[in-house]
Antibody
Framework: QITLKESGPTLVKPTQTLTLTCTFSGFSLSTRGVGVGWIRQPPGKALEWLALIYWDDDKRYSPSLKSRLTITKDTSKNQVVLTMTNMVPVDTATYYC????????????????WGRGTLVTVSS | SYELTQPPSVSMSPGQTARITCSGDALPKQYAYWYQQKPGQAPVLVIYKDIKRPSGIPERFSGSSSGTTVTLTISGVQAEDEADYYCQSADSSGTYVFGAGTKVTVL
């Protein structure tokens, strides 16, 4: 059974750097084709894809946020970490991590299982 | 940047058929995926690779594709189907994108 859980601060100040950790179980991020991504959702608004890291350490970022994001993995700990610099109030959102499956060793570009999300508020 | 366009809302009575469209220039070449999100909950995958249904998803949910438009159909909509629905795809460089979401209201 695959599970994912997001953790990190619930409140950050403007200009600070946000660090979120996704701890997962039920799969290995060293399996060919597998990925873990981050998606956020401001209150009452739509989902926004942020970043994704693959089994081979290949990384993808949202073009609009690329300069502020870094995604890394620790396969031995079953964790993926997302950092976002220079936080501003509009970054207030629920942040989700999600599993991107493989299909015969090839990457599939979607998320089949999600964590519950963690609400991050940016305020002074 | 690549965009997916969805109608903001769709409403119908129980038992009717709901059709939610999603349009994007890359959809003829890239698969589309659909997620259901109920208030306060994480999204749930309901359709993948345009037409496939994950295990555990009711048969009343189906997907189709034609040119630059994909459609999520809920046949015989039930009160429990009231939710926001998001389409998602990826461009050729592996950048993911979500549509703005469609709110389905069951009257």
């Amino acid at each position: 059974q695959i599970t994912l859980k997001e953790s990190g601060p619930t409140l950050v100040k403007p200009t600070q750097t946000l660090t979120l950790t996704c701890t997962f179980s039920g799969f290995s991020l060293s399996t060919r084709g597998v990925g873990v991504g981050w998606i956020r959702q401001p209150p009452g608004k739509a989902l926004e894809w942020l970043a994704l890291i693959y089994w081979d350490d290949d990384k993808r970022y949202s073009p609009s946020l690329k300069s502020r994001l870094t995604i890394t993995k620790d396969t031995s700990k079953n964790q993926v970490v997302l950092t976002m610099t220079n936080m501003v109030p509009v970054d207030t959102a629920t942040y989700y991590c999600a599993h991107s499956p493989e299909d015969g060793g090839l990457t599939d570009y979607y998320f089949d299982l999600w964590g519950r999300g963690t609400l991050v508020t940016v305020s002074s | 940047s690549y965009e997916l366009t969805q109608p903001p809302s769709v409403s119908m009575s129980p038992g009717q058929t709901a059709r939610i469209t999603c349009s994007g220039d890359a959809l003829p070449k890239q698969y589309a995926y659909w997620y259901q999100q109920k208030p306060g909950q994480a999204p749930v995958l309901v359709i993948y690779k345009d037409i496939k249904r994950p295990s555990g998803i009711p048969e009343r949910f189906s997907g189709s594709s034609s040119g630059t438009t994909v459609t999520l159909t809920i046949s015989g909509v039930q009160a429990e189907d009231e939710a926001d629905y998001y389409c998602q795809s990826a461009d050729s460089s592996g950048t993911y994108v979500f549509g703005a979401g469609t709110k389905v209201t069951v009257l």
